[in-house]
């Protein structure tokens, strides 16, 4: 169990919440229900349901990832209902760490699935299920250099600027660069995760910087618009390009060579074991207070592999 959960408040919370939810709603709100990804951790969340039949599971999230006033206000909905637990993938750090508190203290467990809450709140849920996304940046930059060489330009498409996600994954890719070669970053270039903001802006890049040796794309549909832009200009092969999640059309365009990988998560296990993780704390099981649900760096030579296929979706 997480080390702040031996305090007298947290023992009394989390034995109030086993004693009053032996059985009841596990609700997985996630940054949108408009994407593969978050619908690949619903399928993850339905299976681990399947296994613990004296709960039930909602599934629900904004219509936008920058939507985060409307997240905040299904999680206050899912607090008044009484729901037995929640796996929550906060869209925005600050803005998410009131109403968890608000769910601790109304005994309520809670696992965070992706994006971490803002420093100091870790003491309101008790456990954090994510890739490791600095080393999945990292491991991103290293590719990165290995194929487009240690000089020149690297255009970086990101998404919502200080989410936790976007902070590990593209600070880290970013910082390594800078450590480990020559190049010469550009941006980032923040999509809001919006598939035409990320072509447009992707598409604009291009023209502007003629030279540039490679483009990493952050999140699912900001990889998409990148990688779209790719091919309306005609670039498709002649710059080293990455993505970042693995839905049907990034799978494609990694087949095609538009890019050269795409980094992709444990989405199915995020929402799996994020159900599992509510159910062990229901039942009075003890967990541990951070679960890696990995990468896998999906390319032309692996992307048959049960590795691969185990996470694309």
Not at 134 to 163: L, T
Not at 212 to 226: H, K, R, S, V
């Amino acid at each position: 169990m997480k080390k702040l959960l031996t305090t007298a408040l947290v023992t009394g919370v989390l034995a109030t919440a086993a004693s009053v939810a032996s059985a009841g709603e596990i609700a997985v709100i996630v940054k949108t229900t408009n994407s593969s990804f978050w619908q690949n951790v619903n399928k993850g969340a339905t299976a681990a349901i399947e296994a613990h039949s004296e709960h039930t599971m909602t599934f629900n999230g904004p219509a936008s990832e920058s939507a985060i006033a409307d997240q905040v206000a299904l999680v206050e909905n899912a607090i008044n209902r009484g729901v037995a637990g929640i796996v929550l993938a906060p869209s925005d750090p600050e803005a998410l760490a009131p109403v968890v508190r608000r769910a601790f203290e109304s005994g309520i467990p809670v696992t965070i699935i992706d994006s971490g809450l803002a420093e100091g709140s870790d003491q309101y849920y008790q456990s954090f299920l994510s890739t490791d996304n600095c080393a999945a940046g990292q491991q991103a930059a290293q590719m990165m250099i290995d194929n487009a060489g240690s000089e020149g330009k690297v255009a970086v498409m990101s998404y919502v600027a200080g989410v936790g996600s976007e902070i590990g994954r593209v600070g880290c890719f970013v910082e390594y660069l800078g450590e480990n070669s020559e190049i010469e970053v550009v941006g980032p270039f923040y999509s809001q995760s919006q598939m035409a903001t990320a072509l447009n802006q992707t598409t604009d890049i291009l023209a502007a910087n003629g030279d540039l040796i490679g483009i990493f794309g952050a999140n699912e549909p900001t990889a998409i618009g990148m990688g779209r832009a790719i091919e309306q200009a005609g670039k498709a092969g002649q710059l080293t390009a990455i993505g970042f999640d693995g839905n049907a059309d990034l799978q494609d365009m990694v087949k095609s060579g538009t890019l050269l990988a795409t980094a992709v998560q444990g989405s199915f296990q995020m929402g799996e074991l994020g159900v599992n993780a509510i159910a062990d704390i229901l039942a009075g099981n003890e967990i541990t207070d951070f679960i890696d649900t990995g990468v896998v760096m999906v390319t032309q030579e692996n992307i048959d592999t049960p590795a691969a296929q185990n996470v694309l979706y």
